[in-house]
């Protein structure tokens, strides 16, 4: 009996090191608490090499390891300083939940049967494969669209109204001309009706992510017949393109739907209400909830907003939901049409939530592991948001690196800047072999530019400050009149600029300088400062890696 006895102790005891030791085997590293598990970094080395085409290899792993170490650190110390559980992080919970909430409705009500036909994907082939020369005029509400449309057809042009619709020179000095676009160019809307128009057609008003367009199609480009082959070698690429183009039009569909099936009813007097705190950047302020009554009379809180179908709300209830909007969706308010959107999309918004909460999406597994990549995305930048804070430099330092670059800053320094745009790599490198050659620049740009508005004047686009050349201001100001740089590649785009010249401003004032002094220097210094708050955060934190298990890790 004792002999029995102790066979199964010892076998229980055999489970439980066979238990450990398994556990242990698929763990990478101990961050305090938290564990790095192997299908963890695995997860994040295939997300890696498919967004950047990277091999797998030692270097690779060492780099996805090494990040997620670092992640972990920056997680565990924001939770060590309670930066998880202060007002900042307590708002953020709850749009994460209400972000999750909506991803998981729309997931298992919308997205539930999912697909896309090769007739589909070949019809997105030959939309993608062709350009539309257009124009446009453009109307914040439906109302004012509407009036431009009913001048157009009472003999009015494009040429003539533009120039009271457009502040930009290259639109209202070129009658709203958009020059070629693709498909994937332009807003949804605005494309899907373009690429549907003959040539010469006016579209009535078409409402877009920004307002309202009137569209003129000029002409069309491209190959109408694609082969077989040429869309097979895409098609991979069409796939995830489509994809996602067409999920966001099926959510964009049936919130739409939504939103005009609850016959929401504004009243008037609160609408003008709400929108006088748009006018005065109130709904832009990230702290809604102390600013609201700073406006206008705390009274007014308690007016009507609106009706829909047995629900009401006030001016207090609504602006209580919208302090869990985005700062981008609140600045998108210009009108009060766009007022209304925006309020009718936080009501389908409270409304699926609360679909979604009955139809138990909310306590998944799925739901809780989303909610909480989402949070640790969250305190990993508030660490690096407090680590570039605190970054601070020396009179001295920012005196020495203002003494080294006054180019960047001095007022106004502009060059005067000449472009040619292609979309094609062959004819990139052929036009660099006539440049080479002599042949003239304004010659190249007129005939070969897809840019028509600066083509036409040889390329020229006029006098740009460095912040409007970007990261090539450095490499253009550097040149002299006459003198070229290119191609340079931008998305899709090859282009080469030449200098006509330049205009040296004024130095700005070291002391006026300073703020701009500091953003560089921060960012020069950015990755030293992270490295060095990594070492400190490691003094406070346990940390147990085995980087010698990732030679062997195999996955499919």
Known sequence: MIQKSLTLIFAVFLFFINSCSNKNEDVLAQIGDTEIQIDEFVNRLKEVRQSSNLPDNGQIRNTVFNELLNENLFISEAKRIGLDKDSIAVKEIEKIKIKKSLD????????????????????????SSSKVKARHLYAPSYEEADSLYELLKNGDTFDNLAQTVFKDPALSKTGGDLGYFSYDDMDYAFAEKAFSMKEGEISKPVKTKYGYSIIKVEDRIGNP???????????????????????????????????????????????????????????????????NWKIFDPSNGNKLLLRFEQTEWTINEFLEKAQFTSERQRKSIKTRENLKDFISGIIV????????????????????????????????????????????????????????????????????????????????????????????????????????????????????????????????????????????????????????????????????????????????????????????????????????????????
Do not use: C, H
Not at 230 to 256: G, S, T
Not at 257 to 286: C, D, H, K, P, Y
Not at 369 to 390: G, Q, T, Y
């Open 225 to 291: 017949f694609p082969t077989e082959i040429e869309f097979l070698k895409q098609k991979n690429k069409l796939y995830k393109e489509y994809k996602a183009r067409k999920k966001d039009i099926l959510a964009m569909n049936y919130v739409d739907s939504l939103s005009e099936s609850l016959n929401i009813s504004f009243n008037q007097e609160g609408l003008a209400l709400v929108f006088s705190l748009v006018g005065r950047s109130g709904l832009q302020n990230q702290d809604l909830e102390q600013n």
């Open 104 to 127: 998981s409705f729309i997931d298992q009500n919308v997205f539930s049967n999912f697909n896309i036909s090769d007739d589909e994907l070949k019809k997105y082939f030959v939309l």
């Open 349 to 556: 918004r409270q409304l699926l939530i609360k679909k979604a909460e009955k139809q138990g999406l909310t306590t998944t597994s799925e739901f809780n592991e989303a909610f909480k990549k989402e949070f640790d995305l969250f305190l990993i930048k508030r660490i690096k948001d407090k680590i570039r804070s605190e970054m601070s430099f020396t009179d001295a330092e920012m005196k020495s690196f203002y003494n080294d670059n006054e180019y960047l800053f001095r007022e106004s320094s502009k060059v005067n800047v000449s472009e040619i745009i292609v979309d094609n790599e062959n004819i990139a490198i052929d036009i660099y072999k006539k440049l080479n050659d002599g042949r003239k620049f304004d010659d190249l740009a007129k005939k070969y530019s897809i840019n028509k508005y600066t083509a036409v004047q040889g390329g020229e686009v006029g006098y740009v400050t460095a912040e409007d050349l970007g990261p090539f201001s450095s490499e253009i100001f550097s040149l002299n009149k006459n003198e070229w740089k290119g191609p340079f590649k931008k998305g899709s785009y090859y282009f080469f600029l030449k200098s006509n010249g330049k205009i040296d401003g004024n130095l700005v004032d070291f002391e006026k300088a300073k703020p701009a002094i500091k953003e560089k220097l921060v960012a020069d210094n950015y990755t030293s400062a992270i490295n060095n708050e990594l070492k400190k955060i490691r003094k406070n934190i346990k940390v147990t890696a085995y980087p010698e298990k990732l030679r062997n890790i195999r996955y499919n």
